[in-house]
């Protein structure tokens, strides 16, 4: 029998090729610059690409199975490009092998629109604590590194022709701001397929069964809530069916915690109550319990005792963890070598954030 070559007949997403392409030299350090997947032939695509000012060519076959070959043979063999064909076959593009859970993911929103794109970028940018390291713009894409003052890298990138927005490395503080501001824009129907990218869950899941458990976390409002909240919903009830390997389980209670920042200013513009730049004025903290907010006095006669305890809830839950989250805690503790930084090493600890956040909403309609 024949031994199968060593990048022949991969199980690739094919239409991603270009996508992992960039995601591999977007890690690297030297100049490069990538040509179009082009047709060679029916089945034979040729990718041309420059690194380090040297020019190099690899072609895909599609093959008639459906499967994909990898040829490093146009130009001659190299080390690069036997890296990246190495990086294909162990991606997420690639299904020969299991994929490490979310060592290194990216999702692809598909259909994306390029100028809703840079409104994300542009405000995830003006952050105090985030930085572009670089920008590139190729014959394909656009491509953005960003980072976060604590050290975390994220690389997003958009292809204008196929209208795809990539983002792309470790799900922790940066990347989920950035997949949630982007999901957030998607059509609802388009939400249960990017989310089951690149995750392992216990059961199928399709738009159907997360729309009919929407009812069950939020039988008291699942009709009242606008698109974008409930999206948010959807994301949060997906993220109790995600059973992959972490260190730090914060990325999967983000949007949860977002979805009550969402649920406290759609009520504060329905009571024509002002938040003062941006911020939850209203509340202040309860004179008798150190760590929780309640609403100002001069608020109360707009809500009933039922409303105006679920936002004191709501705002208190949402300070306490999104904090806990978003920042790292007391490195100079009174307790001696003790950093007080909180992380979410256990799954029930995140999935107990989704589940009382959701709680909490539902509990304003009541």
């Known amino acids: 029998m024949a031994k199968k070559p060593l990048y022949g007949k991969l199980n690739i997403v094919q239409d991603q090729i270009e996508v ?16 179009n997947l082009n047709p060679i032939t029916e089945s034979r695509n040729r990718i041309e690409f420059t690194y380090l000012d040297e020019l190099y060519k690899v072609d895909f076959h599609f093959n008639n199975d459906g499967t994909t070959t990898i040829d490093l043979s146009p130009g001659g063999p190299d080390p690069i490009k036997t890296e990246l064909a190495n990086y294909i076959k162990t991606s997420s593009i690639c299904t020969i092998d299991k994929i490490s859970n979310f060592d290194n993911p990216w999702f692809v929103f598909e259909d994306f629109n390029y100028d809703d794109f840079i409104a994300v970028i542009s405000l995830i940018k003006e952050q105090d604590n985030v930085k572009e ?45 950035i997949y949630t501001s982007l999901i957030s824009l998607m059509d609802i129907e388009n939400v249960p397929a990017i989310m089951n990218q690149q995750t392992y869950v216990a059961e199928k899941v399709t738009k159907k069964s997360i729309e009919a458990e929407l009812e069950n976390y939020l039988p008291n409002c699942s009709d009242k809530i606008s698109s974008k909240v409930r999206i948010l919903c959807y994301q949060s009830i997906f993220n109790l069916k995600i059973h992959d390997e972490m260190f730090d389980y914060g990325f999967l209670s983000f949007p949860s915690l977002k979805l009550l920042e969402g649920h406290l200013k759609y ?52 300070n306490i963890h999104r904090h806990s989250i978003f920042h790292w805690g007391n490195i100079d503790s009174p307790i001696k070598g003790r950093d007080t930084t909180i992380v979410h090493d256990r799954p029930d600890t995140a999935h107990g954030i989704i589940n009382n956040a959701l709680d909490i909403v539902n509990s304003y309609y009541m």
């Open 20 to 35: 992992a392409i960039v995601a591999f030299f977007s890690e690297k350090t030297g100049e490069y610059s990538i040509e």
């Open 133 to 177: 390291s670089e920008y590139k713009k190729t014959d394909i894409a656009e491509i953005w590194s960003l980072k976060s003052t604590p050290g975390e890298k994220v690389n997003v990138s958009f292809f204008k022709k196929n209208k795809k927005a990539v983002i792309q490395g470790k799900p922790l503080t940066l990347f989920s701001d």
């Open 267 to 318: 009520i504060m513009k329905d009571k024509s109550i002002q938040l003062k730049d941006g911020n939850f004025s209203m509340f202040i903290k309860d004179p008798l319990e150190r760590q929780k907010y309640i609403l100002h006095p001069e608020y109360d006669s707009y809500f009933t005792a039922k409303q105006k305890n679920a936002v004191n809830n709501a705002y208190t839950f949402y």
